[in-house]
């Protein structure tokens, strides 16, 4: 029996064909183009809430210009200035120091009902986004109050709590030295670990790096003890990107 050829296919249009395609959808398709700028923009403010007012006794102002030249509070200060201010930012009752609220047996039961009816009632809010802003408002204050309550049982002393809105601005500039810079940071992180340390070993009879050390290796009954600490010393430190001052 002959063998029969099998034809080929012709695939030379084929190209043709392809190209004709790809012209057509590069002259039909239209490309979206995005206007403006990539940008994570923050959470909306609920409408029941004003933006908070910032005071200028809530926060102290410590600048290193391109001269390692220091400043606080826009006065020329030495190196020596700064643990004072910083200790007298966590303990002065000063009226141009931050604000601090008393907490003891009644503020905190008082407190804590308050925020129990707050979240009840937000709950009760019919708009969802609203309901979700205003529950996680009320849940941090709760939350923020707990261990200050916390702080509280473990001394058994009423203490002066620093505002929530307290913050050292540390602000430094592009041509500042290191050997600067980290010589006021240490001066600032030196006052907080002495607070630290001191009141820990008033009220608990260790120091606060002891504690946190074995806390490191796993002693997990200290952490009570280290919160009180933290709430009663608070590390309230803000460093913006190096700028011209």
Not at 14 to 40: H, K, N, S
Not at 105 to 117: F, G
Not at 153 to 168: G, M, N, V, Y
Request: aromatic fraction near 8%; charge should be negative; hydrophobic fraction near 40%.
């Amino acid at each position: 029996m002959a063998k029969r050829d099998i034809p080929e296919i012709n695939a030379g249009s084929m190209a043709d064909i392809a190209f004709l395609l790809l012209i057509f959808w590069l002259v039909t398709t239209t490309m979206d183009r995005d206007m403006g700028l990539r940008l994570t923009l923050p959470q909306e403010m609920p409408p029941c809430e004003d933006c908070p007012e910032v005071r200028d006794r809530n926060v102290l102002k410590i600048a290193v210009n391109g001269n390692d030249a220091i400043q606080i509070e826009e006065k020329r200060a030495e190196i020596e200035d700064v643990a004072q201010w910083v200790d007298d930012f966590y303990n002065s009752d000063d009226s141009d120091m931050p604000e601090r609220h008393l907490v003891d047996a009644q503020s905190i039961s008082d407190t804590m009902e308050r925020l129990s009816v707050y979240i009840e009632q937000a709950k009760l809010i019919p708009d969802l986004k609203l309901q979700v802003a205003t529950l996680d408002k009320w849940e941090k204050a709760q939350k923020e109050w707990e261990g200050k309550k916390n702080c509280f049982d473990l001394t058994e002393e009423p203490f002066q709590c620093i505002s929530k809105r307290a913050i050292i601005r540390y602000e430094s500039n592009n041509g500042t030295t290191f050997e600067t810079y980290f010589d006021v940071l240490d001066q600032i992180k030196g006052v907080l670990k002495r607070l630290r340390n001191d009141f820990s070993m008033s009220s608990f009879g260790m120091t606060y790096d002891e504690m946190s050390k074995l806390e490191e290796n796993g002693d997990i009954t200290l952490r009570p003890k280290i919160k009180a600490v933290r709430v009663r010393y608070p590390l309230r430190l803000l460093e913006p990107d190096a700028r011209n001052i």
